[in-house]
């Protein structure tokens, strides 16, 4: 069975343009994460959606990020416009309602 | 705020010896808490979790340990491989569904 999928795998962009990042998660988990990982950091929490509710998005700058789950299926977390500091590593996780979240490989975004 | 922290951010260890990998908390009221693997260019893996009603759990080659007291856990890799080559974070699960990760562990092994 495939694990959570993430594309692009790598992003280099310049400050001020607007990026997208796509996550399908593993087959029949409801809930899907975004985390951002900074650079010899753990994981922080953006948002949680429970199939297309974001449940949990405390943690997401809304003036920049924004995400949807329209069919509460994929996903897609865009930042528009991007800045220095949004260099990072953008990570996908699912979960069945409660339970283990499966991570994906995360999205390298490098911003100039 | 409450938060999840590591001892240590790097650990060297030869191949075959035993790894402890150490980590506090801060909320005395956490309940459950993850060991997650990270190999470079991957996204965490679950490893091993431990409830706060147990001091000890085993997995194959690895132990957590909790101590409520001093609110610190511990993950013990037995016969330490190459492959163990990774960042290691501990994880609290805050509600339902919220993880708060710590700062991380890098673990590497001498030849």
């Known amino acids: 069975e495939a694990g959570v999928v993430q594309s692009p795998r790598y992003k280099i962009i310049e400050k001020k343009q607007p990026v997208a990042f796509w996550c399908n998660p593993i087959?029949?988990?409801?809930?899907l994460y975004w985390y951002l990982q900074n650079l010899g950091q753990g994981p922080e929490l953006l948002i949680r959606?429970?199939?297309?509710?974001?449940?949990?998005d405390s943690q997401l700058p809304k003036d920049r990020f924004s995400a949807e789950r329209l069919k509460g299926v994929d996903s897609t977390l865009k930042i528009q416009p991007a800045e220095l500091g949004d260099s990072a590593v953008y990570l996908c996780?699912?979960?069945?309602?409660?339970?283990?979240?499966?991570f994906g490989p995360g999205t390298r975004l490098t911003v100039l | 705020g409450e938060s999840v922290g590591l001892h240590l951010p790097t650990l060297s260890v030869q191949e075959g010896d035993n790894s402890i990998i150490n980590c506090a908390y801060s909320?005395?009221?956490?309940?459950?808490f993850i060991w997650y693997k990270q190999e470079s260019g991957k996204g965490p893996q679950f490893i091993i979790d431990?409830?706060?009603?147990?001091d000890k759990r085993q997995g194959q080659r690895v132990t957590v340990l909790l101590n409520k007291t001093v609110k610190h856990l511990s993950l013990q890799i037995a016969a330490t491989q190459p492959g163990d080559s990774a960042v290691y974070f501990c994880a609290e699960k805050q509600g339902a569904q919220k993880l708060v990760f710590g700062q991380g562990t890098r673990l590497t092994i001498n030849p």
């Open positions: 996780a699912s979960s069945l309602a409660v339970g283990e979240q499966f």
């Open positions: 959606y429970e199939n297309e509710e974001a449940v949990d």
């Open positions: 909320n005395s009221a956490s309940d459950y």
């Open positions: 431990i409830r706060s009603n147990m």
């Open positions: 087959s029949g988990h409801n809930t």
